[in-house]
Structure formats: C-alpha cells, structure tokens
C-alpha cells in the first residue's frame, strides 16, 4: 500500500474476494432494519433503525476497492459494520448469503459473532442531498436568524 493513502485508506492483508464482496453488497440495498448494524454510543438516541439503501457499488480501482453507500440516512457506525462484513465475506471467511440472515435478526450480537467495526481512516462523506423544502426559512424568519427561532419565557420559582 501507498504509505500516503495509510490515512485515506483501510489495508487489508489478506487477499480479498471482489465478486463475493460484490454480491453480498447488493442485500444491503432496498429498505431494511439496520439494528443489527448500529453500535449504540452513550449520548445516542433511539432512532427509526429502519433506512433505506439506494445503492451500494463495489469499485475496483487498480489495487484499491472503493465502496460508495448512499442511502436515506445512516444509523451511529452503520457503514463502518457493514464494510467490516463484507472484509469478512471478501476473506471467504464467511459466506455472501448471511447479510440477509444478520439483517433479518435485528440483533447486535448476531453481527459481533463475525467482526467488530471497520476502522475509521478511509472513511469519507462525500455529499448530502436535503429535501429543498426543508432550506427554506420558516414564515416570519429574518435572513440573519437561519431559521432559528428565539423565545423568551419567564418562570416563577416560590422561594422559601
């Protein structure tokens, strides 16, 4: 590997499967649960775990793969897990076919059987697409506020 992409590029050391990787890819794509994806942080919230993958391209790119995800939005270390699966399946240490059986269990620990998360580095956002409704200002807004809304209240404490 490139010692300048080290940063900007996960390395594997072991040979990987390229069509396997390929083919487990596609059983991401379509709206699924992703519970059996998502490492849930102390400050995290529950939200809808149900997403939906619009397409997920495996690149070749001389010796690099490149993985495109884009979906409606990601569930905390989503994309890292599924990339971790799929460096498993690319080892042929397990097969293509059980991204639907982890998908289908909607448990953690169904996936901790077979890996941990991808390390970050190599990681990148490439672009967010908003729904144009929501950029504008909300009625009444001025330019300056950014569509945040101030109120101020007052409150009464007794005091003893």
């Known amino acids: 590997m490139d ?3 080290r940063h900007y590029a996960y390395h594997s050391t072991y040979k990987l499967n390229t069509a396997a990787i390929m083919e487990a890819a596609q059983f991401f794509v379509g709206e699924h649960n992703f ?5 849930t942080s102390r400050t995290s919230y529950s939200p809808n775990p149900v997403k939906n993958i619009l397409r997920f391209d495996v690149i070749e ?3 690099l793969l490149q993985l495109e995800v884009e ?16 460096l498993q399946i690319g080892r042929e240490a397990i097969p293509p076919d059980i991204v639907p059986k982890i998908l289908a269990s909607c448990d953690r620990r169904e996936l901790a059987k077979y890996d941990s998360a991808a390390p970050p580095h190599g990681l990148c956002l490439v672009n ?3 729904n144009e409704k929501h950029l504008h200002l909300p009625a009444g807004c001025p330019p300056s506020s950014f569509g945040r809304h101030h109120t101020i209240r007052k409150c009464k404490l007794p005091c003893f």
Not at 35 to 39: A, E, I, L, P, T
């Open 61 to 63: 790119m001389g010796p």
């Open 128 to 130: 967010i697409k908003y």
């Open 35 to 39: 519970s059996s994806f998502v490492n």
């Open 3 to 5: 010692p300048f992409q």
């Open 71 to 86: 979906g409606s939005g990601f569930l905390y270390r989503q994309v890292r897990n599924m990339v971790a699966l799929l």
